[in-house]
Each structure stands twice: as structure tokens, then as C-alpha cells.
């Protein structure tokens, strides 16, 4: 064999090597940054969304979900939307059945997000103490390649709804979520700001190429750790076994 062609066929198997090393970089590329602060979308109460642009606007608005994951989030202070405060334990992910405290997070709860006294009903009144939700980036639908992405936080009354939309796009179309335009509104029989989602027509394919090309994106987004480093001081003690999960402070709404 010639020289020349050994060399070819190493730097093949090399630049192998190198894109699945990169692949993995970019998944764990999220554990290493701050989430920026400036590009979520706000739900207030008054059943508005307060977009990063700056627009506000109270009917539905219509995006592509670029993709979504999985959080837990357990809050040890009330909410205060003028001094936010990061939680003590959390959690990201891709699968919520398999999901456990992030070994950044300040105060883990316990080894699995399954058997947390915080995830379980009735640990904070009704509710739980550890907050379920789902983010998603998103694009609106006149985005172009230098159209920032957008994170919406959905609640945990709205995660039903949420991941029956996803499971609904997969039945009718085969495709995952960014294949259509998604419409995001409000539940009219709520008293609370609750998401509803619903199919407004497959993407076009300029918009589809464009969100699927930006899921690597999403995903590095999406699993960014918040930054931990003003967190409440904690002291490290988990609710005994013998003792009612509700004596933990309860969770405010966020």
C-alpha cells in the first residue's frame, strides 16, 4: 500500500474521530455557560406574553418549536420578579422519567428526580414542591438564520397540553414538533395564565430547513445550567422520612 493512500485513510478515520467528539462536545457544551437571561419569553398573569423584542401581545402568537426539554426546578424562596434568585436543586433533560439533580446544583434533593420527596404530589398543598415544566425553543415563523432564538417556560398545568401537541404532530405527520407552526394561547376556562398549544399548518420548507438546521442550537440552549453562584444559602437538610413532605416551604408560582 502507498504511503500516500495510509495517510489518506488515517485522516479519514481522524476527521470521524473528531465530528463525534464534537458531537458530544456540543451536548455537554450547556453544563459549561450561564443561560442568558435576556431571551425568554414572558407569560404574565394578565394572560399576556412579553416577547424579547419588546413587544407585548395577549392573543395567540404563532412559532416554531425548534425542540424542548425536560426541567425540575425547587425553589427554597418565594418568587420576587424584581430579585430572582436561582434554584437549589435542578434537573435538565431530554427524558423525564430518567431525570436526577445536576452536580451543580447547590442542595440536591436526592439521587433521582422519581423518588424526591419534592416531586411528589401533596409536598407543596396539592401541587409539588419542585416545579415540572417543559422550555422551548422557539422562532417566529418570519425568522431567518439571524434571528435569535427564544425560550418559553410552560408550567407544570400546561405540560399535558404541551407534550399532547407534540404526540398529536407525531400521529398526524410522522415529523417532530418543528415541522409545523405551532399556535400558543391561553386557557379561557383558567383563572391562571395556562398555555395551550395547536397545530396552525405545516411549516413551509424554507422555515422547516431553517429550525432543523438550528436544533443543535436549541438543544445547547435548552440544557444550559442557570448560574447557581447567587443561590440562597443552604445548610444541606433534606426532610426526614418520618416527617410530611409538606413541611418543606412550599413552592411560589413562577
Not at 4 to 30: C, Y
Not at 146 to 156: A, F, G, R
Not at 221 to 236: G, S, W, Y
Request: hydrophobic residues 40%.
Amino acid at each position: 500500500m502507498a504511503t500516500g493512500t495510509a495517510v489518506a485513510k488515517a485522516k479519514i478515520q481522524s476527521l470521524v474521530d473528531i465530528n463525534a467528539e464534537m458531537a458530544d462536545e456540543i451536548a455537554a457544551l450547556g453544563n459549561r455557560m450561564s443561560a442568558p437571561s435576556g431571551d425568554r419569553i414572558i407569560v404574565t398573569q394578565s394572560k399576556t406574553f412579553k416577547l424579547p423584542n419588546g413587544q407585548e401581545i395577549d392573543g395567540p402568537f404563532e412559532a416554531v418549536v425548534v425542540d424542548f426539554a425536560a426541567a425540575n426546578f425547587y425553589y427554597t424562596e418565594s418568587f420576587d420578579r424584581n430579585n430572582v434568585v436561582p434554584p437549589v436543586c435542578f434537573s435538565l433533560g431530554l427524558e423525564p422519567a430518567g431525570m436526577s439533580p445536576s452536580g451543580n446544583a447547590p442542595d440536591p434533593q436526592a439521587g433521582a428526580c422519581a423518588g424526591c420527596w419534592a416531586n411528589q404530589f401533596g409536598s407543596s398543598g396539592k401541587g409539588k414542591a419542585c416545579q415540572n415544566t417543559r422550555l422551548l425553543a422557539v422562532l417566529p415563523t418570519d425568522a431567518d438564520a439571524e434571528t435569535p432564538m427564544w425560550i418559553l417556560k410552560v408550567s407544570p398545568t400546561a405540560i399535558r397540553a404541551f407534550d399532547g401537541h407534540v404526540a398529536a404532530v407525531a400521529r398526524k405527520h410522522g415529523k417532530p414538533v418543528r415541522a409545523v407552526i405551532t399556535s400558543i394561547s391561553f386557557s379561557p376556562d383558567s383563572e391562571y395564565a395556562t398555555l395551550r398549544f395547536s397545530e396552525a399548518g405545516l411549516a413551509g420548507s424554507d422555515l422547516l430547513v431553517l429550525a432543523h438546521s438550528r436544533k443543535a442550537e436549541a438543544l445547547t440552549r435548552l440544557l444550559t445550567e442557570p448560574d447557581v453562584q447567587l443561590a440562597p444559602e443552604t445548610k444541606n437538610v433534606k426532610a426526614p422520612p418520618s416527617r410530611k413532605p409538606a413541611a418543606k416551604q412550599a413552592t411560589a408560582r413562577r
